[in-house]
């Protein structure tokens, strides 16, 4: 497995562009699959879990033209070898031609998912529409990844869907009959998942009637608004969204702003490291994605956000579309600038949590330099990520002599202000990788990140982009 060997550095300084936000890349793919017409997707995620869903739309009809032949994810047990795919991870454009709502077919293999929760999920909603088996397969990781919360509303739809029993909960290899003609459902989701909302959404095009569903706390809407850019019949308010049945017109064109995800840990290198000038340009700034920003802020980072003329929530008219007309899927983009400050510990808790779920590994890496304490509440669903991220965390900030404790929903971190280079294991998780390195550039003395191949599944070029604006 490959190492990632790390060395400290003195500051960050530069100005670049970031690969594409993997949620929306994964949207694009199968919104494009499931439409009439060609959609034209710039600056697409070439990652591992953005290529299992491109790869199982291909594997089900769907001609899918790219710049290079993708290689799929291989059956392996997590991490994999980082070098392998470098020269497609520059590459940002691809072509689906849609078949239509009822217009895939029947894979003749099951289709392999590798480490990605998002394709298995939404994928799901979708699948549940066709008129034929499939078999949802995955990695290591993913086998552990709970799919009762798809599995109960998919089922009262009228979805014969059964994942391997454990526990009180189903996982995966997923075996799903689909049915062309879906019951509707009225459904108040039990949990805070974007992905269980999406699942029952996708299902909602190929319902009887008006699906209806509520979430319990706002998570990130790219979905929605990805439908709403197709001309699906959906109405979002609050925390209430209805779908009704309706064939789904491409775009022609989608530009995928850059993932604040990824944004996010050079955002926290660049706060963390004194006399660091940083800007990130066209990152998405879709406001259920952006709670890393006011948290940092709120512990007092200089992060300043150049918003750009946004085309957000507008729903352009069929007749103004012009072919050539890039849009950003109507998401807000903007460029983020970020200066070396001194961070103080705050509480982190309640709606804010959805608005920064992926971000929560680079924040507890922030706390540790952080004047005070930073205490972050109601985080258990970071325990059933692709690894357990709370443990993932501990473990190593800890083996780097930060002071953190640890309860089942919960982190206390004491700023330490400093951290020791280490032998460290990224569990085979890529934030929890990701946010090691930026650890390392901080830390005193070599640090030896294992398993760090994991970092292709939503990252491939951070590597590349890393050695962009580190100063040494
Ligand atoms: C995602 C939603 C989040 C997030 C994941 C991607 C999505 O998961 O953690 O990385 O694209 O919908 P949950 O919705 O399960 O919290």
Redesign the pocket.
């Known amino acids: 497995m490959s190492n990632l060997i790390i060395f400290p550095i003195k500051k960050i300084k530069g100005k670049i562009s970031l690969p594409g936000d993997?949620?929306m890349s994964?949207?694009a793919v199968m919104l494009s699959s499931i439409a009439g017409g060609i959609t034209e997707i710039e600056n697409f995620l070439f990652c591992e879990d953005c290529l299992a869903t491109v790869n199982a739309f291909k594997q089900m009809g769907v001609k899918i033209k790219l710049p290079v032949t993708p290689i799929p994810p291989r059956r392996t047990s997590g991490a994999t070898g980082q070098a392998s795919h470098k020269s497609q991870a520059r590459k940002t454009k691809i072509i689906v031609y849609g078949k239509g709502l009822r217009g895939l077919k029947k894979p003749a293999q099951p289709l392999y998912l590798g480490n990605s929760?998002?394709s298995m999920?939404?994928l799901s909603g979708i699948l549940s529409g066709q008129e034929f088996y499939t078999r949802l397969e995955g990695d290591e990781s993913l086998t552990k990844r709970p799919m009762k919360r798809i599995i109960t509303p998919l089922k009262l739809m009228g979805t014969e869907i059964k994942g391997k029993k454990r526990l009180s909960n189903e996982y995966p290899p997923l075996e799903i009959n689909g049915s062309p003609k879906l019951r509707a459902i009225k459904y108040k989701i039990p949990?805070?998942?974007?992905?269980?909302?999406?699942a029952i959404l996708l299902a909602g095009l190929y319902a009887n009637k008006e699906t209806e569903i509520e979430e319990i706390i706002k998570?990130?809407d790219?979905?929605e608004k990805m439908l709403k850019l197709f001309e699906a019949d959906i109405k979002v308010k609050g925390l209430k969204c209805k779908i009704k049945s309706s064939a789904l017109c491409s775009p022609e064109k989608i530009n995928i702003p850059g993932d604040i995800?990824s944004a996010a840990f050079f955002i926290v290198g660049a706060t963390i490291l004194a006399g660091s000038h940083l800007v990130l340009k066209n990152v998405g700034l879709n406001p259920t994605r952006t709670g890393i920003i006011d948290v940092l802020k709120k512990m007092g980072a200089d992060i300043t956000v150049h918003s750009q003329q946004s085309t957000a929530n507008s729903l352009q008219s069929p007749e103004n579309r012009t072919p050539n007309t890039e849009n950003r899927g109507f998401e807000p983009v903007g460029d983020i600038e970020i200066k070396g400050s001194q961070l103080k510990g705050i509480e982190i808790r309640g709606e804010i949590i959805?608005r920064l779920?992926?971000e929560i590994p680079i924040i507890m890496l922030a706390a540790c330099f952080a004047k005070g304490e930073t205490k972050i509440e109601g985080i258990e669903?970071l325990r059933i990520?692709e690894v357990d991220r709370i443990s993932s965390l501990c473990y190593n900030l800890k083996k780097m002599e930060a002071e953190i404790k640890e309860k089942k929903s919960e982190v206390i971190i004491k700023g330490v202000g400093k951290l020791k280079g280490e032998r460290l294991n990224s569990f085979a998780d890529h934030r929890t990788a990701m946010t090691l390195a930026i650890a390392g550039l901080k830390a005193k003395g070599k640090t030896v990140i294992e398993n760090s191949g994991c970092i292709k599944t939503s990252f491939p070029d951070f590597r590349e982009k890393l050695k962009e604006i580190v100063f040494v």
Do not use: F
């Open positions: 993997k949620s994964h949207r929760g998002t999920r939404l949990v805070v998942s974007a992905q269980v909302k999406s998570t990130r790219h979905t995800s959805p779920i992926d669903e990520k």
